[in-house]
């Protein structure tokens, strides 16, 4: 796991965790809850952004890579503040679906990395133009 992939998979699950449970032991509804889910949202959306920053990679690479670690954190967020409102509001057990989702939104989000340009001097494989021994892609 990349280790710039970590601050967002850990704010968006804490985030959620907390929010969730300020939002069941409050018994809040409605607008209340969306207040509180969309602040999380946008903490987790700026830290999913931000974690490419200072990385030595074309800009449009670490645009993309930004912006499905952003989604994917607020996807993550989302789904861990739904199961536990949906488990703390009625035991529904539509719960375990949220909580699925979410995890399987935080193992993808946990793959995502950038690949760093190539160091002068360094070996290209032949007709890959990938730095040697790096892979492209999830790693």
């Given at each position: 796991?990349?280790?710039?992939?970590?601050?967002?998979?850990?704010?968006?699950?804490?985030?959620?965790?907390?929010?969730?449970?300020?939002?069941?032991?409050?018994?809040?509804?409605?607008?209340?809850?969306?207040?509180?889910?969309?602040?999380?949202?946008?903490?987790?959306?700026?830290?999913?952004?931000?974690?490419?920053?200072?990385?030595?990679?074309?800009?449009?690479?670490?645009?993309?890579?930004?912006?499905?670690?952003?989604?994917?954190?607020?996807?993550?967020?989302?789904?861990?503040?739904?199961?536990?409102?949906?488990?703390?509001?009625?035991?529904?057990?539509l719960f375990?679906?949220?909580?699925?989702?979410?995890?399987?939104?935080?193992?993808?989000?946990?793959?995502?990395?950038v690949r760093?340009?190539?160091?002068?001097?360094?070996?290209?494989?032949?007709?890959?133009?990938e730095p040697?021994?790096?892979?492209?892609?999830?790693?």
């Amino acid at each position: 796991m990349p280790d710039r992939a970590l601050p967002p998979l850990v704010v968006s699950v804490g985030l959620a965790l907390i929010a969730g449970l300020i939002a069941a032991i409050l018994r809040l509804e409605g607008s209340q809850i969306a207040v509180i889910a969309v602040a999380g949202g946008v903490v987790v959306l700026a830290v999913g952004l931000s974690s490419t920053f200072g990385r030595r990679a074309s800009a449009g690479e670490k645009a993309t890579v930004g912006a499905l670690r952003a989604g994917l954190g607020l996807a993550t967020y989302g789904f861990v503040f739904l199961a536990l409102d949906t488990f703390f509001d009625d035991a529904n057990p539509l719960f375990l679906l949220w909580a699925g989702l979410a995890g399987v939104c935080g193992v993808l989000l946990s793959q995502l990395r950038v690949r760093e340009r190539a160091e002068p001097g360094l070996e290209r494989e032949a007709g890959g133009g990938e730095p040697a021994g790096e892979r492209p892609g999830f790693s």
